[in-house]
């Protein structure tokens, strides 16, 4: 089992860039693939990115293509996702979430474990 918890959620302008992370606990993170998602208020939580196992394969939501990078440091447990030419359709709860597979997926459904979410708010 694995335990994830993000940070780096915050407040910036509309063209801005933030980075959140995902910091996940246990000594087996390299087994897990890794995805982003996000909800909006009042809308259903959707995907962002994902990365695989290896790192060597990503996919993004076309909404992010682009704009958003999505990044993964085995040796410090952390998946990053890195946002730049911000939008305010960008503000949203984002979720880091793991699913024990070697490949990036896209499904909500599919992942395993989750993290709380860490807020993020583009204002206009």
């Known amino acids: 089992q694995v335990q994830l918890v993000e940070s780096g959620g915050g407040l910036v302008q509309a063209g801005g860039s933030l980075r959140v992370s995902c910091v996940a606990s246990?000594?087996?993170?390299?087994?897990?693939?890794l995805g982003w998602f996000r909800q909006a208020p009042g809308k259903q939580r959707e995907f962002v990115a994902a990365?695989?196992?290896?790192?060597?394969?990503?996919r993004y939501a076309d909404s992010v293509k682009g704009r958003f990078t999505i990044s993964r440091d085995n040796a410090k447990n952390t998946v990053y996702l890195q946002m730049n030419s911000l939008k305010p359709e960008d503000t949203a709860v984002y979720y880091c979430?793991?699913?024990?597979?070697?490949?990036?997926?896209?499904?909500?459904?599919?992942?395993?474990?989750w993290g709380q979410g860490t807020q993020v708010t583009v204002s206009s």
């Open positions: 979430a793991a699913r024990t597979s070697s490949f990036a997926h896209t499904l909500s459904q599919e992942y395993e474990y």
């Open positions: 246990g000594r087996t993170f390299g087994r897990y693939a």
């Open positions: 990365i695989s196992r290896s790192g060597s394969s990503t």
